[in-house]
Each structure stands twice: as C-alpha cells, then as structure tokens.
C-alpha cells in the first residue's frame, strides 16, 4: 500500500501528464516541503515551470536538482534551456556541454548546444554541434533548421538553403524552417518566392511574428509597401499576443519596437524599447536596439548614447560599433566615424554592414573610387545588400561614370526593387542628362513606393528648378520639408522656387527663416539662393563657409599644392573653368577678353563643364583658346587631374556656385593659383580658392573681411565687356513689341527672382505718379507674369501697364530693342549684372540704389567706370524721386543718354583691351607670388 507522500508525488505526476499545471504545481509544492532534495519532484517540478515559461522560477529548481544530483544529464539539460530563455548564454553553454559530457548520445543536447553557440556568433562550433545532432538522429528537423540558421550567419547561402529544404521535407509543419527558407530566397533577390515561404510560415503559425516580419520585410523590397504595412501589423498583433501570457518578455518588447519602426510609429517604438531596458538594463543588445529607433527618430545626440551605453556592457559588440559609426556618418563626423567602422572590423571582419558603413564614409569625404572598392568588399560577404550595390552606383554617378552608374542602379534595382533611393538616384542621372521623361519617371516610382518620401520630393523640386517649372519646384519642396524639415538647403529652394514666380506671401516667412538659420550656422541655403534672400554680407559669408564645410570636407588635404610649371617658353599656362561656354551672359561679357589675351605671355586653356549650345558664340570661344577641352562628362578628381597633368599655373572658376558650377574639383588644389571671377558675386567661403577679381566699389574695405579668398581690385569696373558686341542696325518699332508709342518706358530686364515686393512696390508708386507710364519687364514664366499682374492689380494698377518683352532670338536684336526704353530700373539687393551692361551699351540709362553686398553694388560699379555717377542714388526714397524727375525732364534724361553714348569709346567699362591687360596685370601678380611661395594677399591692380 501506497505512503501518503508516495500517493501525493503520484498525484502531482499523473496531473502533470494530463496538463493539469495547477494541480499539479499544488501537488509538489507540497511534496517537496516535506522532500526537498527529492531528485525526481524536483526535475518534474521544474519541467513543469517551464512549460509555463517561468524560467526565473524554474532556475533555483534546478539548481538545487543539480546539488541533490549532479549526474543527471537531464537536469543539466534542462538547466541549460532555462538559462538561454534568460539571455545567459555563457552559463547556458556550460550547464549543456555538462549534459553531453554525462550523455553524450543526446541530440536535444547537441541542438540546444549549438543555438546558443550560433546566438554568441560561434557560427562554426555551433555547425558542428547541429551536426553532430543529425548524425544521432538524421531525421531531427530542428536541428537542419538551425543548422541552416548557423550557415546563413557563415555566408554561405547555398549550404543554408539545402539545410531548410532538408528540414521542411522532415517536417512541413516546422514554421522555423520556412522562416530560414524564405530568408536565404529574400537573401537571393528572389522576393515572390520568400514572400510564398514567409505566408506558409506564418499560416503553419499566424502567432509567430518573425514569419510576418520577414514577409513584410520581403514586401517591402519587392515594391509592395501597402501590402507589407498589413504584414507588420500582423507581425505587431503577434508579439502583442505573446506579450499577454510573458508580460516580462524582453525579446517580444523589443520585436514590437522593431514592427512598430518599420510602422513609423516611432513613439510606440520607442514606448516599447523603453520597457524592454528597464525589464533588462544591462543588457547591450537591447540598449543597441533603443539607439537605432532613436536614430530612426533623427536624435542622433540620443542614440549615440544608447550605443555607447551598449559598448560599455559588450565592448566586443561590433554591431555596435557599426551603429556608432553610421551615426557619426550622419552627422558628417567622417574621422570618428571610420574609427567606429574600423573597430567594428577588428572585431567583425566579415561585417558586410561595417563594410558598406566604411564605404559611406569615403563617399562622405568624397573618395568615391575608394568608397567604391570599400562597397565591394560588403557585397562579397554579401551579394544582397542592396545598400551597398546601392552607394557602388551613387559613387559611379559621382564619378561621371554615367552608363557604369545607369545599370549599377539597374542591378540595385534588380536585387531590391523597393528601394526607393535607387529610383531617385537613376532619376538624378537622367534629370543631369537632360532627359524629362525618364527622370520624373523614376521620381514616381520612389513616390509610389512612398508617397511621403522627403528625399523622392527634394529630387523633384531639383528637378523642377533645372526645367524652369517654379510652380511645380515650389509644391515638390513644400512636400519634402513637411516630410523632413532638416534637409540641407530646402528652406533656401523653397524661398528661391517662390521668389522665382513673384509668389511673395510664402517667399517673405521662408526668407526670414533663411537668414535666421544662415546666421546659427546651418545649411539652410545655397550661396547662390542666400544672394538673393536680401543677406548682408557677413550672413553671406556665414552660408558659403557653412556651404563649404558640406561640399569639400577633404579641401586641400589629400596632397600639396603643385609649383608653378608654365608652358615649355616660359608662358604662363591659364585655365579658364567655365560650365557657360555658351550663349550666355558669362561668355558673352568675356569672349573679349579671351581674344585680346597676349598669347606671348599667356598659353590660354579651357575647361568647358558645361553643355555646347552649338551657337555662334560657342564656335568663337573654342576658335579662340590654345586647348579647348570638353570636361562636362567627366568626374571632378578627372578634371583636376587634367588640370595638373597640364600643368596649369592659374585656373579661373568662372561659374562658380551658381547652376551647373563645379567648383568643388578644385578642393584638392590642382593649380598653384585657383581665382574666383564673374559667374558669381560673393565669396565661395572656400579656403583653397586664393584670390577674387573685384573692384574697388563691389568690395569696399568694410565687407573685404567677408570673403575667404584674397580680394584684387581691378581699376575700373570688375565686369569684363566685349566692345566688339553688334547692335542689331534695325531698331524695331514700340508697336512690334507691344509697348505704347507715346508713353514713358520704365523698363525692368532682370530676372524675376530679384523683383522684391519692396521694389516692385516703388515701381508701382512711379507708375501711379506718372499716368503715361509703363513697366517693361523681361519674358517670365506664367506664374510669375501672373502673379505681377495680380500684385499691380492689388496696388490700383492695371495689369496692362505691365509689359512682359517676348523672347529675342538673337543678342543683338535684344539689344536693339532696349533703346526703346527710356529709364532702367535696376533692382536693389540683387543688381543687373551682365543685364545692366547691356542697357548701358544700347544706351539706355541705369538707375540703382547702392546696397552693402558686392550682389548689390555691381550696378554702381558699372556705371562708376562709365562715368555716370548721378545715376546712383543710396536710399529707395531717393531712386523714386530720381525716376520720377528723370521721366519729367526729358532734357536730362536725353543729356544722360548722350553721356552715355560719348563715354561707350573712351570709359573704362567698354575698353575690352584696356581691360584684358589690366586682368592679366593682375593673374601675374598672382602667378610670381606663387613662384616666390608666397602666400596670396591682397592687392590691387594700377589703372592702364
């Protein structure tokens, strides 16, 4: 007959087979009161707590089973299960490799072994112990899957992929398996047959959420985001569910926060995390995935912590280290964060992640052909890594490698359809080339993938900019700042689109926005834009120095400046770098300087980056020059290259940082003397340009501390001018051009984005003084014209006392035409340049109000040199009443009309030749300092 204890551990047992865990927890509770080091109660005791997922409970049970009993190999087996549950790998080993040290026959043992090897990243001691387990027992499923699970972690897919088919052919039910499987298919680029495995997974087990993560992810870069945010949400409702029976689950916590990312329910994922640190802070991989959501976030600041709180628990925690460095990528810290990548790599060779981080980096610092191999090295540990095929082909475009490029993105494409930036940057290319079409449709593909997507916008908008289409440029950028506001520039394109179409209501807050960012230091515009944001000179030089430090972050450091070489009979070799050998203003302001140089002293060169128009002036410019030479395809490192190899001794950047300029291949100092001149009007806030050509009244002493490069002064007017420009001899009628014949013409050939409501609104005052008056503005976009009708309108003045002139095939028949004008009206902030050369040369007078940026003074140069002084006045009052007198005194406006024509043969402003050896005056000066190796300075040139 039965002792009462015997009948109670009986009792216990029998409710334990039967599933009663209550009963059952009651019977050996009680049994073990009164029998405490009973070997079996206690190993049942704890079977049972694990089968409720109590392992911190069951981990005391054992412990004291092992005391009582430290030969049974099942105890330290199970032992081993409950410490792996709790995320103690080290001692989880130990207790296993003491369960096959007493049984060495025990394939569990074996495959539990190796999980936890392959969770250390012991990828190849854990393959072993898988094997060793299939070879006890060669039909044992779980251990082909995880053996599959340890060969992908190896790279080797093809091995891993054999592994799972092996194991869903043993048991087609193991969801596990159909996970790795789907995994590897994804791996392979092969995205409907890993979505067709991850839904089986998940249909053989709808509460495993890996199964719905990975057919999300699938989804996702297959292209099908509406399809895949379903997944996630599945995936979520999983560890959801699992988090209600083990609210204390570390791993489900941090799953959620994952799903609830790739939701962008960033606070809910951030919530998430949360709880998973608290339940365990010391643990590193969790404190790694709180820092990638908060990187997700854009808290950069906040993430880095979380990583290095992460290093400090695991210094051998390479990931981390990755994390770090992609940060630190981000934030354009380029030293530290190749310091991060490269101790990620010490650690980690086979990291194809810090690999392709690594690769970031040169392509950060513009070292695209060693950011290029660098990616290499991460897509032969793994040829799915989309993100670095992904930079391979940035890195080609970069490089003007455009067919390399074209079906790089092609094969990113290929790999990861889904990756919206891929379609962006075949879009880029094909936006630079020219080509409408194909360039928005890529935009659309990326914006299909995700509507919202900032960077898909800000490509539009750029694209938009180059086509002229302002409306559209403005919508595109709006977007992209809703989307990310921190973007570099985009406050600056979104005043510029809107400037460009007179849209002044959103142009005037953006603005303001601007220059309050431009002076915090931020990139909130480019150079080119802030000219035209009514900046000051000190907040321009604030923006091209913030410009600077984004554009050449390697200036100057990669080599040492070349000497001096000149050509073979002691000429100086000059190189003129121009995106605007064509007809353009630029070219057709310089094209007399180029003829007259003194071929005796000077051997000239060309280096055109820039389109051939195949016009007139095109063909006169490439007949001119010593080599001409067609650079626009090539990669910046090629040009400068070529500008060494020539032996350049000057290179003159005539676009500078305006559209199309390519300023940033001379970062690496090809030529001993690089000089700023005539495309743009402000400093490049760039240290490695030495000097800019300028005038003693667009430089003044009070703004020359406002400019990185050495300012030379030239005697007269900075402004070349080519005395040999036709006038076309037929002067059309006022009624061919739609103007009124008896009217005063106020006329306005500026571009539409220096009109300012301020000046726009002196213009109406003169014309609601002067009734027979008109406006003559340039031809503008519709929007614009619309938009200054509406405002005249608003003002009391009809529209049609706005003229807008129609397009000028040729320049001498524009330049005809202005003589129609009777009054110039430049506008403040931002002068006529080339355009108020050409009034002045058709003999039209000039009127500009003075301002504090060489932008702004450029009018007042030119007519200083011209020696019309009385048409610059120093307040707005004052060039209202002087537009006024001038259209009631027909004498004096006539008297300055015919000053002007006097002084075009004997001034210095249309003294083409005077003016070419007063500049070559000046690139001497420059080229024997850098003989001597003296440093640049300041001078200026003595008037001829």
């Known amino acids: 007959m039965q002792s009462p204890e015997a009948r109670l551990f009986a009792q216990a047992f029998q409710a334990l087979n039967e599933g009663r865990l209550t009963d059952a927890e009651q019977g050996f509770k009680k049994f073990l009161r009164s029998n405490q080091r009973h070997p079996g109660a206690l190993n049942l005791y704890s079977i049972l707590l694990l089968r409720s997922g109590r392992f911190e409970d069951a981990e005391p049970v054992l412990r004291k089973a092992i005391s009582v009993d430290p030969s049974s190999d099942v105890t330290f087996y199970n032992y081993g299960l409950t410490l792996k549950h709790l995320g103690k790998a080290e001692a989880a080993l130990e207790a296993f490799s003491k369960s096959i040290a007493i049984k060495q026959a025990n394939p569990e043992a074996w495959n539990s072994r190796g999980t936890v090897l392959k969770e250390i990243g012991r990828h190849s001691e854990a393959i072993r112990d898988f094997d060793q387990a299939i070879a006890l027992a060669p039909g044992y499923a779980d251990a082909h899957a995880n053996r599959g699970n340890a060969l992908v972690a190896e790279g080797r897919m093809s091995d891993a992929a054999a592994a799972y088919d092996r194991a869903t052919t043993l048991r087609p039910d193991l969801a596990e398996a159909w996970i790795g499987k789907g995994n590897v298919l994804a791996a392979n680029a092969k995205h409907s047959e890993a979505i067709s495995a991850f839904e089986h997974a998940a249909k053989l087990r709808p509460d495993l959420a890996e199964a719905w993560v990975g057919c999300g992810t699938a989804l996702s870069h297959a292209g099908n985001p509406d399809i895949a945010v379903s997944a996630f949400n599945n995936a979520l409702s999983a560890y959801q569910a699992a988090l209600k029976t083990r609210p204390n689950h570390t791993e489900s916590w941090i799953g959620c926060a994952h799903v609830l990312m790739n939701l962008k329910r960033f606070d809910e994922a951030l919530d998430a995390s949360a709880k998973a640190v608290r339940l365990d802070p010391r643990n590193a991989g969790v404190l790694r995935a709180r820092g990638g959501i908060l990187f997700a976030m854009k808290r950069p600041a906040d993430a880095l912590k979380a990583f290095d709180d992460a290093l400090r628990l695991d ?8 994390d770090r460095g992609t940060v630190l990528n981000e934030l354009r810290r380029f030293d530290e964060a190749g310091s991060a990548f490269d101790k990620a790599l010490a650690i980690k060779p086979a990291s194809a992640e810090a690999w392709l981080g690594r690769g970031n980096t040169f392509f950060g610092l513009l070292r695209y052909d060693d950011a290029i191999a660098t990616y290499q090295r991460a897509v032969a540990l793994r040829q799915d890594l989309a993100e670095a095929w992904f930079g391979i082909a940035s890195a080609l475009a970069r490089l003007r490698r455009i067919d390399d490029a074209l079906s790089a993105y092609d094969d990113v494409i290929r790999i990861r359809p889904g990756l919206a930036e891929a379609w962006i940057g075949k879009g880029t290319i094909y936006s630079d080339l020219r080509q409408a079409d194909p360039a928005l449709a890529c935009f659309d593909r990326a914006l299909a993938l995700d509507s919202g997507l900032p960077e898909a916008w800000y490509a539009k908008g750029s694209f938009f900019i180059e086509a002229a289409e302002f409306e559209q440029a403005a919508d595109a950028f709006e977007r992209a700042f809703a989307g990310r506001a921190d973007q570099n520039f985009i406050k600056g394109y979104i005043a510029f689109a809107h400037a460009q179409i007179c849209n002044w209501p959103p142009f005037e807050p953006m603005r303001r926005d601007c220059v309050a960012d431009i002076a915090a230091g931020r990139p909130a515009a480019t150079p080119f834009i802030a000219l035209a944001c009514a900046t000051t000179a000190a907040e321009q030089f604030a923006c091209a120095r913030t410009h600077a430090s984004f554009s050449y972050p390697l200036a100057g450091a990669l080599k040492t400046v070349p000497a001096p070489a000149g050509s073979d009979n002691g000429r100086i070799r000059l ?309 006024i007198d001038l259209a009631r005194d027909p004498r004096r406006l006539a008297g300055l009309r015919s000053r002007i024509a006097a002084n075009r043969s004997t001034a210095a402003l249309f003294d083409t030749e005077r003016f070419t050896r007063q500049i070559e005056a000046a690139y001497v000066a420059m080229h024997e300092r850098a003989l001597r190796g003296e440093s640049p300075m300041a001078f200026a040139v003595e008037p001829l």
């Open 575 to 883: 190189a003129y770098l121009c995106g605007d050998f064509r007809d353009h203003p630029v070219s057709q302001l310089a094209v007399g300087v180029f003829e007259r140089h003194d071929r005796s002293r000077f051997e000239t060169v060309a280096l055109s980056t820039g389109p051939d128009d195949g016009s007139d002036l095109r063909r006169r410019i490439e007949a001119t020059f010593d080599q001409f030479h067609d650079v626009r395809m090539q990669s910046d490192g090629d040009i400068a290259r070529l500008i060494e190899q020539l032996g350049c001794d000057v290179v003159v950047d005539l676009t500078g940082l305006t559209q199309g300029g390519r300023t940033a291949l001379l970062a690496s100092k090809p030529a001993p003397v690089q000089v700023n001149w005539l495309g743009f009007a402000g400093t490049t806030g760039a240290d490695f340009m030495d000097y800019i050509i300028a005038d003693h009244v667009v430089i003044p002493p009070q703004i020359e501390p406002f400019f990185t490069e050495k300012v030379v002064k030239l005697p007269g007017c900075y402004l070349p001018n080519d005395s040999t420009r036709a006038i076309a001899a037929h002067v059309p009628s006022r009624a061919d051009q739609g103007l009124p014949e008896q009217a005063f013409v106020y006329c306005s050939f500026n571009n539409s984005y220096k009109i300012t409501a301020g000046i726009f609104e002196r213009w109406m005052n003169l014309l609601r003084q002067l009734d027979n008056s008109v406006l003559w503005l340039s031809r503008m976009n519709d929007a614009a014209r619309a938009n200054l009708q509406k405002e005249a309108e608003r003002r009391g003045i009809a529209s049609d006392r706005l003229i807008f002139a129609r397009r000028a095939e040729r320049q001498e028949d524009h330049l005809a035409r202005l003589r129609l004008a009777d009054l110039f009206l430049d506008t403040p902030g931002y002068n006529a340049h080339a355009t108020s050369c050409d009034a002045l040369w058709a003999g039209v007078p000039v009127l500009t109000c003075i301002g504090d940026t060489f932008a702004g003074r450029v009018a007042a140069s030119a007519l200083t040199a011209l020696e019309i002084p009385e048409l610059i006045v120093d307040t707005l009052d004052g060039y209202e009443e002087l537009a």
């Open 315 to 322: 210094p051998a925690l390479a990931e981390a280290f990755t």
